[in-house]
Nanobody
Framework: QVQLVESGGGLVQPGGSLRLSCAAS????????LGWYRQAPGKQRELVAT????????YADSVKGRFTISRDNANKTVVYLQMNTLKPADPAVYYC??????????????WGQGTQVTVSS
C-alpha cells in the first residue's frame, strides 16, 4: 500500500557531496514525519535527520552542519538529504523512513529498501 523509493546513493571521495531522494507513494492520507536513518556494517540503525509536518528538523550530532534535510515544496511526499563534506564515518546504507496515515485510517512506520553511500578515495 505504501512504497518509499530512494535514489542518489553512490561512491564519493572524502569531502564530497551527495544528495539522496526519497519518494513516498500509495494510499497515503497524511505524512507526519519523513526522515533518513543509516546503518553501517555491525552497527545499529541510527537516526540521521527527520523533518516533521510542522517543519521541525532534528539532526544527529554527527551530521549537524554538514547534512540538510528538506521536503519538495511542490510534492510533500518527496524528501531529500543533501550530504556535504562526507567523512569516512558516513558510509552506510541509508534508509528513508515515513510515519504516515493511510487513507484507511491506519497510522504506521514505513521504510525504503535502502541506498548505499560509500566514501573512499
Amino acid at each position: 500500500q505504501v512504497q518509499l523509493v530512494e535514489s542518489g546513493g553512490g561512491l564519493v571521495q572524502p569531502g564530497g557531496s551527495l544528495r539522496l531522494s526519497c519518494a513516498a507513494s500509495g494510499s497515503i492520507l497524511s505524512i507526519y514525519v519523513l526522515g533518513w536513518y543509516r546503518q553501517a556494517p555491525g552497527k545499529q540503525r541510527e537516526l540521521v535527520a527527520t523533518i516533521t509536518s510542522g517543519g521541525n528538523t532534528p539532526y544527529a550530532d554527527s551530521v549537524k552542519g554538514r547534512f540538510t534535510i528538506s521536503r519538495d515544496n511542490a510534492n510533500k511526499t518527496v524528501v531529500y538529504l543533501q550530504m556535504n563534506t562526507l567523512k569516512p564515518a558516513d558510509p552506510a546504507v541509508y534508509y528513508c523512513h515515513a510515519n504516515l496515515r493511510l487513507r484507511l485510517g491506519i497510522r504506521g512506520d514505513y521504510w525504503g529498501q535502502g541506498t548505499q553511500v560509500t566514501v573512499s578515495s
